[in-house]
């Protein structure tokens, strides 16, 4: 797979936001400043928001290549936090795992996730812990793997699809030269449907326990 380093580099931290403040269909909303998405964290200026946060818990989702390329998150931000690495798309970057993500066009964010069902697994085991909030967890472009996990966490917390959307179309702000599309996120909800809604979803295909999307409502709703 081809990646454009260049320009990951120059994204280092700019597609950074706090989930929090997002309705729910339930007359809830998700708590400001415990969850927040980035691109990657290698280089950080001096302004950056993560620097002022009490942070506890930072989940990386680049592969190993990603992050021998890149770098690892900045040592000002590791210093202070538990960081756990899940190296989703590592196959990717060797012939036949390319293949495997372009063998479904349109379906690429599904195959994001169901190509890595043991990551997306650790994923929310981490989030239903009860001392790892506030967290961060990102990827390269903080928009892909990022988004499609932020968009089962919405889910999972109850926020309406058009708003899952908006938040994940904040990225062409960062990429204006490769949009992502609303429709990008279409299979994944339809996935989420066929197998009875995101509870249903999470637990038969990630093994995600009841105990643990219990504990991250309790933790991320108000």
Same mark, same amino acid.
């Given at each position: 797979?081809?990646?454009?380093?260049?320009?990951? @580099?120059?994204?280092?931290?700019?597609?950074?936001?706090?989930?929090?403040?997002?309705?729910?269909?339930?007359?809830?909303?998700?708590?400001?400043?415990?969850?927040?998405?980035?691109?990657?964290?290698?280089?950080?200026?001096?302004?950056?928001?993560?620097?002022?946060?009490?942070?506890?818990?930072?989940?990386?989702?680049?592969?190993?290549?990603?992050? @021998?390329?890149?770098?690892?998150?900045?040592?000002?931000?590791?210093?202070?936090?538990?960081?756990?690495?899940?190296?989703?798309?590592?196959?990717?970057?060797?012939?036949?795992?390319?293949?495997?993500?372009?063998?479904?066009?349109?379906?690429?964010?599904?195959?994001?996730?169901?190509?890595?069902?043991?990551?997306?697994?650790?994923?929310?085991?981490?989030?239903?812990?009860?001392?790892?909030?506030?967290?961060?967890?990102?990827?390269?472009?903080?928009?892909?793997?990022?988004?499609?996990?932020?968009?089962?966490?919405?889910?999972?917390?109850?926020? =309406?699809?058009?708003?899952?959307?908006?938040?994940?179309?904040?990225?062409?702000?960062?990429?204006?030269?490769?949009?992502?599309?609303?429709?990008?996120?279409?299979?994944?909800?339809?996935?989420?449907? =066929?197998?009875?809604?995101?509870?249903?979803?999470?637990?038969?295909?990630?093994?995600?326990?009841?105990?643990?999307?219990?504990?991250?409502?309790?933790?991320?709703?108000?």
């Amino acid at each position: 797979m081809v990646v454009d380093f260049n320009l990951l @580099r120059e994204a280092a931290g700019k597609n950074f936001r706090d989930l929090g403040g997002h309705p729910t269909v339930h007359g809830r909303r998700v708590r400001r400043g415990r969850i927040f998405r980035s691109s990657h964290l290698a280089q950080l200026p001096d302004e950056h928001p993560v620097r002022r946060l009490p942070l506890r818990t930072l989940v990386t989702l680049q592969s190993r290549i990603e992050l @021998r390329h890149l770098g690892p998150p900045h040592q000002d931000v590791l210093r202070a936090v538990r960081w756990e690495h899940l190296p989703i798309g590592e196959r990717w970057f060797r012939d036949e795992g390319a293949a495997e993500l372009l063998s479904q066009p349109g379906r690429e964010h599904l195959v994001m996730v169901t190509g890595f069902p043991s990551d997306w697994r650790r994923f929310f085991a981490i989030l239903g812990e009860r001392d790892v909030y506030p967290l961060v967890f990102h990827c390269s472009a903080g928009r892909d793997r990022t988004g499609v996990g932020a968009a089962m966490l919405l889910e999972l917390l109850g926020v =309406e699809r058009d708003a899952i959307v908006a938040d994940f179309l904040k990225s062409n702000l960062v990429f204006p030269s490769s949009p992502l599309r609303a429709e990008q996120l279409a299979p994944v909800f339809a996935r989420i449907d =066929e197998a009875g809604g995101i509870r249903d979803f999470l637990r038969e295909f990630i093994s995600v326990s009841e105990a643990e999307m219990d504990a991250i409502r309790e933790d991320l709703l108000e």
